[in-house]
């Protein structure tokens, strides 16, 4: 996978005395500059940015795939393609980054909801962990590539595809939370692209592995943290049946 790149871009107005006296079109099209770089924030794409002064210009530092990309970001951003700005960029090394949490993170309205899921699998626990808590065991268990480090605070993603722009491939951003070696690991978990605003918030996944009988392991795994309204109910009954077919995969793997 390719690491990220980041590029530091100065905004500079395209007249004198701006932004002092802008008019009513231009704060309008710096509204929409604001959701612009606020939606691309929350796709961590936009690392920070605001407005500097003496003398005045515009910063942004972007956090991309690629300079196209990085390229393509500035062609649509609202105040430069309506000529409020033109812009200067260059590549960046970050050498240090601190790491910050947003308070949107997590639904503000979760309540008492759990999804449930389980199986039983003819398998050691230590190859039901390692399926769990290896990029090995994501890679046999669902065919997809991951960067997974068990600490707590680490990451934890899976990129179902790696055709997309990072941040859109998967679990990009989730964290491990806690674990107990070859007992329960807890993460972070998004929701896919295609649900929009709620894949900027997380839910919890927690997965115990208890040894059965005969041989068995019996692996739970329960997802909390939801909040309230029809968008989370639809993205609760896409992970009712997800997290379904993860089990059966990992059983599949597992006793081949």
């Known amino acids: 996978m390719n690491q990220p790149q980041y590029f530091l871009v100065r905004l500079i107005g395209t007249r004198p005395g701006w932004p002092e006296n802008m008019n009513s079109t231009e704060e309008r099209i710096m509204g929409e500059h604001f959701n612009y770089l606020k939606d691309l924030t929350a796709r961590k794409k936009v690392v920070i940015a605001g407005p500097v002064f003496n003398p005045t210009f515009g910063l942004i530092i972007l956090r991309v795939d690629s300079e196209n990309e990085a390229r393509q970001i500035m062609a649509e951003e609202p105040s430069v393609v309506q000529k409020i700005h033109t812009y200067e960029m260059q590549l960046m090394n ?3 980054l601190m790491d910050y949490v947003s308070r949107d993170r997590y639904p503000a309205s979760d309540y ?5 899921k389980s199986v039983n699998v003819k398998a050691s626990i230590e190859k039901v962990w390692q399926a769990w808590t290896t990029s090995a065991g994501i890679k046999s268990l669902l065919e997809a590539e991951s960067k997974i480090e068990l600490r707590i605070g680490g990451p934890y993603e899976i990129y179902f595809s ?7 491939r998967g679990s990009e951003g989730c964290k491990v939370l806690s674990f107990l070696p070859d007992q329960m690991l807890s993460f972070e978990w998004n929701a896919p692209p295609q649900f929009g605003k709620l894949r ?10 208890d040894q059965l009988p005969a041989g068995e392991v019996a692996v739970m795994l329960t997802q909390l943290g939801w909040g309230a309204g029809d968008d989370w109910d639809k993205l609760y009954a896409y992970f009712d049946s997800a997290w379904g077919n993860v089990l059966t995969a990992l059983k599949q793997s597992l006793e081949k």
């Open 200 to 209: 900027q918030q997380h839910t919890q996944v927690i997965i115990t592995i």
């Open 162 to 168: 790696m055709e997309p722009p990072y941040g859109q």
């Open 112 to 116: 008492d909801k759990h999804l449930v």
């Open 94 to 96: 970050v050498a240090l």
